[in-house]
């Protein structure tokens, strides 16, 4: 039984230049991704998402290293990976002169459908992807969030095992982003797809990913679930404080699990472990004057993409 949908082993990539210098994309990746997993590849622009995305999906290949894609051998085995495989891409990019049920007949037929079964597939597409009401319309015509829904249900026309998403709701409206994001979840839950996900919307990643790795300037700089890779970080939440009257700001910094401190007249930020009952000690500290608000705020991935992009 297959149990990683990826094995990656010192994958590097390098960009040749006119200048006959040269760009290092990607250095040493090695990177297990298991099946039946959602996984998040996040990063700065320029970090390698989308070249490491284009190799597993066996659209480019690596200078250096091993890679294997549900079991079978990324350059030996090419042609069997790419029926079990399929991609989805922030800018989708189908024949404008087609309809929406024209184009996913056409990708139906390079993915080997044909005849009823063609038909039957399309049509299933169209539904579970809500396409209906534009399924005459030509690609050209489209707003930008249905063009992501279709390219999305093109992406499941052979019912892939393992499913690549190169940020798939850049540049769409929120109330859009949520459909899709609904979408991806379904996908993944109904038809038992292994994904694997690029995006650099930190809220998506937290909330999809079973595990994430950032990338930094081509290298694996950090790989865990998003609530490790807080705690790991030691990113405590960030607690703001409004007050009237007096307070040993001193003493507040002194406090066990009190990682950070900002203060300013009647306002003082803190970052602190709770692991350490911080809220209580610093509540007590506070006996002279009169509090007026408290904020608490849990870390969230966008403080760790911060943290590791440093």
């Known amino acids: 039984m297959i149990e990683k949908s990826v094995e990656a082993k010192g994958i590097c990539k390098r960009y040749k230049s006119f200048l006959g210098t040269g760009t290092t994309v990607l250095n040493n990746i090695s990177l297990d991704i298991d099946v ?3 996984f998040g590849l996040l990063g700065p622009n320029g ?3 989308t070249t490491l ?3 597993f999906s066996t659209l480019i290949y690596p200078e250096q290293g091993s890679l294997s894609i549900m079991g079978l051998d990324a350059r030996r085995d090419r042609g069997e990976i790419r029926k079990i495989i399929n991609i989805s891409t922030a800018k989708p990019n189908f024949p404008w002169s087609l309809t929406v049920r024209e184009n996913l007949r056409h990708y139906g037929m390079l993915y080997g459908l044909y005849g009823s079964g063609l038909s039957r597939t399309v049509e299933d597409q169209i539904d579970a992807f809500e396409l209906g009401d534009f399924r005459d319309l030509k690609f050209e015509d489209l707003s930008t969030g249905i063009k992501q829904r279709l390219s999305l249900a093109k992406s499941m026309l052979n019912h892939p095992r393992l499913l690549f998403l190169d940020e798939p709701t850049t540049g769409l409206d929120p109330d859009i982003s949520i459909k899709i ?3 991806i979840r379904r996908i993944h839950e109904e038809e038992n797809v292994a994904v694997v996900l690029s995006t650099h919307y930190m809220p998506e990643a937290e909330m999809l990913c079973d595990r994430i790795a950032f990338l930094r300037k081509g290298e694996v700089v950090a790989l865990d679930t998003p609530q490790n890779l807080k705690n790991h970080l030691g990113l405590g939440e ?3 404080i409004t007050y009237s009257g007096q307070a040993d700001i001193g003493a507040l910094g002194r406090l066990p699990g009190v990682l950070g401190l900002k203060s300013e007249i009647g306002r003082v930020e803190m970052v602190i472990d709770r692991s350490e009952d911080s809220v209580d000690r610093i509540v007590k500290l506070f006996q002279e004057a009169k509090i007026l608000d408290i904020n608490i705020k849990e870390p969230d991935l966008e ?4 943290e590791l992009a440093r």
């Not at 403080?303 to 911060?306: N, Q, T």
């Open 181 to 183: 994001r609904a979408l």
């Open 36 to 38: 039946g997993e959602i």
């Open 303 to 306: 403080d760790v993409f911060i």
């Open 238 to 240: 960030r607690v703001v």
């Open 53 to 55: 995305i284009s190799i």
């Open 47 to 49: 970090s390698g998402k």
